[in-house]
């Protein structure tokens, strides 16, 4: 069953890694959707190249390339805040298997079940968020680490996707769509205190696809603009002033999505087929030392 990302592909016309998933074949996507590890300049990836999406890893400067998982169903990551393992979950049908691999040895464990897509590990591992509903009205679930005490944290009058932990674990930031438009939002970390945060206008794009900062007081995101079609640029919204900017700016008709922050704070990887198909990239956040990490001829 298809997982959220190829929901915002079909529905907003955005994240290509998955587009068309619903009704036909994905598009091929050699690299997408990185996370960068909060301890080295190494960066997770998805890619379909070899017939369907799995966890790949690299370094930073395009090196030591090698896949990581080899699943049926949905496999999506995230780092853990230490940088030395992995969690991954595996959607079949509606419950998502959640697992935690160690890179560097193979190792791996079961953590367990859950009953949405996307399930996310809180740092302290004491909480996890996922997204249960139809695509066109889905709402985030908080429920303690093994699953349990499940409860919404989303109104029903929003359809919201892709809740993401805050370093510090404080707060959940996550995609807003409503029919005035799409934005990102941050909550509590026991759910309380929604708010939105992006403040864009039609003209600038629909935010969403927030990535923490690691002093957890900045979002990276991206926004998809109506015109040209086909375009998304970079942005950063500072959560104690409100204030947003573009990180690398342009008109052409590109994608540049789903941006992870390095460990330091100036630079960013993210998505992008400014090459003619999907690859990682890396930015800094002035918008200099732009480079593409993954595919030939690098």
Same mark, same amino acid.
């Given at each position: 069953?298809?997982?959220?990302?190829?929901?915002?592909?079909?529905?907003?016309?955005? =994240?290509? #890694?998955?587009?068309?998933?619903?009704?036909?074949?994905?598009?091929?996507?050699?690299?997408?959707?990185?996370? *960068?590890?909060?301890?080295?300049?190494? #960066?997770?990836?998805?890619?379909?190249?070899?017939?369907?999406?799995? =966890?790949? #890893?690299?370094?930073?400067?395009?090196?030591?390339?090698?896949?990581?998982?080899?699943?049926?169903?949905?496999?999506?990551?995230?780092?853990?805040?230490?940088?030395?393992?992995?969690?991954?979950?595996?959607? #079949? @049908?509606?419950?998502?298997?959640?697992?935690? !691999?160690?890179?560097?040895?193979?190792?791996?464990?079961?953590?367990?079940?859950?009953?949405? @897509?996307?399930?996310? !590990?809180?740092?302290?591992?004491?909480? *996890?968020?996922?997204?249960?509903?139809?695509?066109?009205?889905?709402?985030?679930?908080?429920? $303690?680490?093994?699953?349990? /005490? /499940?409860? +919404?944290?989303?109104? $029903?009058?929003?359809?919201?996707?892709?809740?993401?932990?805050?370093?510090?674990?404080?707060? !959940?930031?996550?995609? *807003?769509?409503?029919?005035? /438009?799409?934005? *990102?939002?941050?909550?509590?970390?026991?759910?309380? &205190?929604?708010?939105?945060?992006?403040?864009?206008?039609?003209?600038?794009?629909?935010? +969403?696809?927030?990535?923490?900062?690691?002093?957890?007081? +900045?979002?990276?995101?991206?926004? %998809?603009? %109506?015109?040209?079609?086909?375009?998304?640029?970079?942005? !950063?919204? &500072? =959560?104690?002033?409100?204030?947003?900017?573009?990180?690398?700016?342009?008109?052409?008709?590109?994608?540049?999505?789903?941006?992870?922050?390095?460990? $330091?704070? @100036?630079?960013?990887?993210?998505?992008?087929?400014?090459?003619?198909?999907?690859?990682?990239?890396?930015?800094?956040?002035?918008?200099? %030392? =732009?480079?593409?990490?993954?595919?030939?001829?690098?």
């Amino acid at each position: 069953m298809p997982r959220l990302r190829f929901l915002l592909a079909a529905l907003c016309s955005i =994240l290509t #890694i998955r587009v068309g998933a619903q009704t036909s074949a994905p598009a091929p996507v050699n690299g997408g959707f990185p996370l *960068v590890s909060p301890s080295a300049p190494r #960066i997770l990836f998805e890619s379909n190249r070899t017939g369907k999406t799995q =966890l790949w #890893i690299i370094s930073a400067d395009g090196t030591g390339e090698r896949q990581l998982t080899n699943r049926d169903g949905d496999v999506s990551g995230q780092w853990a805040p230490d940088g030395k393992s992995i969690f991954y979950s595996v959607m #079949i @049908r509606d419950t998502s298997w959640l697992y935690e !691999l160690w890179p560097d040895s193979s190792r791996e464990r079961t953590i367990g079940a859950f009953t949405g @897509r996307g399930p996310q !590990l809180s740092p302290a591992r004491t909480r *996890v968020v996922y997204d249960v509903g139809p695509w066109t009205a889905s709402h985030l679930v908080l429920t $303690d680490g093994q699953g349990r /005490g /499940g409860r +919404q944290v989303t109104d $029903d009058s929003l359809t919201v996707w892709r809740g993401v932990w805050s370093p510090n674990g404080r707060e !959940l930031a996550y995609t *807003v769509s409503k029919k005035s /438009g799409m934005s *990102v939002w941050v909550m509590n970390e026991d759910g309380s &205190n929604p708010h939105q945060v992006t403040h864009l206008t039609p003209e600038e794009g629909r935010a +969403q696809m927030p990535a923490w900062h690691p002093d957890s007081h +900045q979002l990276a995101f991206q926004a %998809n603009a %109506n015109s040209p079609k086909g375009k998304s640029t970079l942005w !950063l919204v &500072n =959560l104690q002033t409100t204030g947003a900017r573009e990180i690398a700016p342009h008109t052409e008709a590109f994608l540049d999505e789903t941006p992870s922050w390095f460990s $330091d704070g @100036r630079r960013v990887a993210f998505q992008s087929n400014r090459s003619g198909r999907m690859e990682i990239w890396t930015v800094n956040t002035d918008g200099s %030392n =732009l480079q593409r990490v993954t595919g030939p001829g690098r």
